[in-house]
């Protein structure tokens, strides 16, 4: 595996460990190699009584199951000979199935570990191994399937609706009948340039990224965040194709499912549309945290260049943008105070990439407004990883630490998570259907 290709691009890490004998890089996988190894093997990640950063170690105590436990196994199976499809060791198989790719590791763990991306491309080995399943294409191609099959949402009606065909689905697709799946809207957020011609004589401006998951299953979500920046005094323009074309996408449901020249492709449409806005200046605003995170981070190891680098800088999450915007001055919105408290679950990403500071600063300028924010870790949902037969126990134990009495105890709050799989988590699991911060802000615009 010396000559192992590599699907992403590692050469960020080509200079890691250089010269440090204690390194311990693997003999094969490069570059990639040396990702994994910037674990310095602290086991911090496994200490006791302490809030550990992963979620399947949380609920489960097995130290293959640490972000620390999967780099060693990720290394001993790197240091084999590749003639024996190491990789293919069913502990290693285990122990990287169940990483939700929180992000946790790579904001919490001295070293920095990018287990999330270090993932993408050990699926995309697997992938080149032994293919890919009915199941992982399906997830993949959503943003496909939800463009061109609308009907679609009156099969997933019914498959919710009936425990025999949720049944039958789990035995011929893995899906977990246990879930509900989420149902796209009969009204998808339309394809179309915004021009609110109240404004035009705003000077600021801000492109607006709408993702798959809002356009397709809560447009409302997109319609809020206009409202809320139209009515601060900013001309709100969609980031779109041509009206014949398909909405354009990160590319994140492909990467989480290892196929890599397909997100790479994604990322590269919605680049090329991008690009001449961010030459130019433009501040690009995204509603969901993985979407954002996708291009502002995991783009960069698609080889997409200097240009994926500008994305990189100049796309922020609705709350980023809005913290921004006030803390310059140049942010004014009119709130009512709500009736309620609100009670904040934030998304892995958000944590990851710093977003609840911005959460906070926007909840606190609401005027006579209580907040609090749950001490919790992931949903269980991650992307598509509740939506697996074979890791519901995992999904529901993740769910039960912490968030579901939280909700509990805070029965009359407003709930608001910014993550579309925790909002779907949380109406499974508790049958409350919580708001995304546009959505609450937009409420209650004066
Ligand atoms: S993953 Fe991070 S915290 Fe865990 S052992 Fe490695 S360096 Fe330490
Ligand atoms: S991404 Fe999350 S689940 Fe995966 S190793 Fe890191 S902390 Fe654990």
């Given amino acids: 595996m010396s000559d192992m290709k590599t699907w992403l691009d590692w050469s960020a890490y080509k200079d890691a460990g250089m010269g440090d004998a204690y390194a311990d890089i693997p003999k094969h996988g490069g570059d990639y190699a040396k990702a994994i190894a910037a674990c310095i093997n602290s086991r911090q990640c496994e200490a006791e009584g302490k809030q550990v950063m992963c979620p399947s170690y949380r609920v489960s105590g097995n130290p293959h199951l640490s972000t620390g436990g999967r780099v060693r196994l990720l290394k001993a199976a790197l240091s084999e000979d590749p003639n024996t499809n190491p990789l293919m060791n069913p502990e290693l198989r285990e122990a990287m199935d169940l990483c939700v790719s929180c992000k946790g590791c790579k904001r919490e763990c001295e070293s920095n570990v990018d287990m999330p991306l270090i993932k993408v491309e050990y699926l995309a080995q697997r992938r080149r191994q032994e293919g890919l399943s009915l199941r992982s294409r399906l997830f993949a191609q959503v943003p496909i399937w939800l463009y061109r099959a609308p009907w679609l949402r009156h099969f997933i009606q019914w498959r919710n609706q009936s425990s025999v065909v949720s049944q039958i689905a789990q035995k011929l697709l893995g899906l977990n009948a246990k879930a509900r799946l989420p149902v796209p809207s009969a009204e998808p957020y339309p394809n179309s340039k915004l021009r609110d011609d109240t404004r035009l004589d705003s000077t600021q401006s801000v492109l607006l990224f709408v993702d798959t998951f809002t356009r397709y299953f809560e447009p409302q979500i997109a319609a809020a965040a206009t409202a809320v920046l139209s009515g601060a005094g900013y001309l709100v323009e969609q980031i779109t194709t041509e009206a014949s074309e398909r909405p354009l996408c990160c590319g994140r449901t492909y990467l989480a499912q290892g196929m890599i020249d397909e997100a790479r492709a994604e990322a590269k449409r919605m680049l090329d549309v991008l690009l001449p806005h961010l030459q130019a200046g433009a501040t690009v605003v995204g509603l969901e945290a ?34 921004r915007e006030s803390k310059s001055g140049r942010f004014e919105l009119k709130i009512t105070p709500p009736q309620q408290p609100t009670l904040v679950h934030g998304h892995c990403h958000q944590k990851a990439t710093g977003a609840m500071k911005s959460m906070r600063r926007i909840l606190k300028s609401i005027p006579q407004h209580d907040f609090d924010f749950i001490e919790s870790s992931c949903c269980g949902m991650a992307g598509t990883f509740g939506l697996e037969a074979e890791h519901q126990e995992y999904s529901e134990k993740m769910v039960n630490q912490g968030l579901l009495s939280a909700i509990e105890e805070h029965a009359e709050h407003t709930l608001v998570a910014n993550g579309f799989s925790c909002r779907q988590q949380i109406f499974n699991y508790s049958g409350k259907r919580p708001l995304h911060l546009a959505e609450l802000l937009a409420k209650h615009l004066d």
Avoid: I, P, T, Y
Avoid at 298 to 304: K, T
């Fill in 290 to 323: 993985s979407c954002v995170l996708g291009l502002r981070d995991d783009a960069q190891a698609l080889g997409l260049g200097d240009d994926a680098k500008l994305m990189g800088k100049q796309v922020l999450l609705l709350e980023e943008f809005l913290a």
